[in-house]
């Protein structure tokens, strides 16, 4: 499983020309998913995620995580995060895992990161055409895999 975390001033999903959901500041993680993954890789990386200090503190130092600074969080499925482009120009996705592994894994990341949080995710639509907005804040932007923990 891979996350995706960008540190925002602002998301938001719009499907079909309407907002389908917002945030404030606080994360937007673009979720993927591979056939391999597990609960063992979702509470790995919910744990992650949600003490991951990239917020500054009073003295402008990356020292706070989204909890301490009361942030939002919006999770979008993303199974491009899974692309493969070894062979030619062309992006492979055969390591991204089929709907039917795939949206009961990401509803499963969703509800385990609202219940360590403690409040409510806002979410994309598992697997509708969206157009996500945001302002990346820094930018900060974290890469983390559950198969290659570094």
């Not at 403690?118 to 969206?130: C, I, L, N, P, Q």
């Amino acid at each position: 499983m891979r996350l995706l975390i960008q540190r925002v001033r602002q998301a938001k999903v719009v499907i079909a020309e309407k907002e389908f959901s917002s945030i404030g500041k606080g994360l937007l993680v673009l979720v993927g998913i591979e056939e391999a993954d597990s609960q063992e890789d979702i509470d790995w990386l919910v744990g992650k995620l949600c003490r991951l200090r990239i917020f500054d503190d009073e003295q402008g130092v990356m020292n706070l995580d989204v909890q301490q600074i009361e942030g939002d969080v919006m999770v979008v499925s993303q199974f491009t995060l899974h692309a493969s482009t070894k062979k030619g120009n062309r992006p492979s996705y055969f390591r991204a895992a089929p709907e039917a592994i795939s949206r009961p894994m990401y509803e499963k990341f969703v509800a385990s990161c609202q219940q360590a949080l403690g409040k409510e995710v806002a979410t994309g639509s598992f697997g509708a055409d969206m157009q996500v907005e945001l302002v990346n804040d820094g930018p900060v932007t974290i890469w983390i895999d559950s198969k290659n923990k570094e």
